[in-house]
């Protein structure tokens, strides 16, 4: 019975040592961290200027990866689209195919017109129709594509027809290329252009006039350039 409780008290003296030893490592190695985390940041010196902000640091930085340039690449080419897109300063309405509108419309913008729209459309800045309407039109400048107006045709500036497209009423403007059919007496301060395809039930005043080959007209045809009358005068008399 002696050995064995000499043989348990040395184990016992054994582990206790072990654990105190253990026990020294680990805080041996946590002092060893913090020793190297102080002289890590003591190698990290940053430096205020009143003119700009720089940092001086004291170990290597690792070189940029693949996937950081990849992604620095993209923000550079998104914000060039953003910044082409808030350059535009021009805004359009778009009435879809499919849509009636049974109404005026007005806008003071640019707007197309894809859909029918049972009232007049005013006030636009450009105006672009692949659609229908069955009342007058107002803008500034007007494009008729493959569409069918029934009501008249105001533009400040000018008004271009497709082969494609119809107008039941009258057209005033300042310079007109028609390529389409008009129902109705068309009056262009500026010039007027009538293309192959073009037919005209109606008078016609214009500043200066262009018919090409094919061109049907019925009525008047008056030309307004310069606004001076022609001296019959100029005419001998029989």
């Known amino acids: 019975m002696g050995i064995m409780n000499n043989f348990k008290q040395a184990v016992t003296e054994l582990t206790g040592q072990e654990e105190q030893a253990a026990e020294s490592r680990g805080r041996d190695q946590s002092a060893q961290a913090s020793a190297n985390l102080r002289n890590r940041d003591k190698n990290d010196v940053v430096d205020f200027d009143s003119d700009e902000l720089s940092v001086d640091v004291g170990r290597a930085e690792p070189e940029s990866s693949p996937v950081s340039s990849g992604v620095a690449g993209f923000s550079q080419s998104l914000d060039l689209a953003v910044s082409k897109a808030s350059s535009s300063s021009t805004n359009s309405t778009v009435i879809a195919a499919g ?25 636009a800045r450009k105006l672009v129709i692949h659609g229908e309407v069955a009342g007058s039109i107002n803008a500034v400048d007007i494009s008729l594509v493959d569409s069918i107006i029934a009501g008249n045709v105001v533009a400040q500036n000018s008004t271009e027809m497709t082969k494609d497209s119809c107008i039941l009423g009258d057209l005033t403007t300042q310079n007109v290329v028609v390529n389409g059919k008009v129902k109705g007496n068309i009056e ?23 018919i090409e080959g094919g061109a049907k007209m019925r009525g008047f045809v008056t030309t307004t350039a310069d606004d001076k009358e022609v001296d019959e005068d100029l005419f001998p008399v029989k």
């Open 99 to 123: 849509t009636v509108i049974d109404g005026n419309v007005s806008s003071s913008e640019d707007l197309l017109v894809y859909g029918v729209v049972n009232g007049d459309v005013l006030n």
């Open 188 to 210: 262009a301060r500026g010039s007027g252009i009538f293309k192959k395809e073009s037919i005209v039930l109606g008078n016609i005043s214009v500043g200066t006039i262009v």
